[in-house]
């Protein structure tokens, strides 16, 4: 499997889950879902993602940890990190940032712009 072409997810929601599959198969993209925040880390690690996918307002999911284990882990801080949030939660945006967040957009222009967002972290990380 080509790596550079796997995208790393980190998203509990099956709506957003399967818009964001929808919208990357065509543009030839794998999805692998990571289960929880400590498995994101070693899930990065063994698949060198082109990218990692995080839905920052996923309380199932706890995003900021899962950013936390990629960024703080020297071998993964350089895979890109996409996520969205609610446009609102002004302290969780500042939280992603703070923790080192590539690009973060609201729920809406994510969901418009799903595979260009993506293909523009990517392209900045290389």
Not at 29 to 51: E, H
Not at 53 to 72: I, Q, S
Request: glycine share 4%; proline share 6%.
């Amino acid at each position: 499997m080509d790596d550079r072409k796997t995208v790393l997810v980190g998203v509990t929601d099956i709506f957003f889950y399967t818009k964001i599959r929808d919208a990357f198969r065509p543009a030839g993209y794998t999805l692998k879902r990571a289960a929880s925040p400590d498995a994101i880390a070693g899930q990065a690690t063994a698949l060198a993602p082109a990218a990692i996918v995080l839905n920052m307002n996923d309380h199932g999911f706890n995003a900021p940890d899962a950013l936390k284990a990629v960024k703080g882990d020297p071998a993964c801080q350089r895979i890109p990190v996409l996520a969205f949030a609610n446009h609102e939660e002004v302290d969780m945006w500042r939280q992603a940032k703070a923790l080192g967040i590539d690009k973060i957009v609201s729920r809406n222009e994510f969901s418009a712009r799903t595979l260009p967002l993506l293909e523009e972290v990517i392209n900045r990380a290389d």
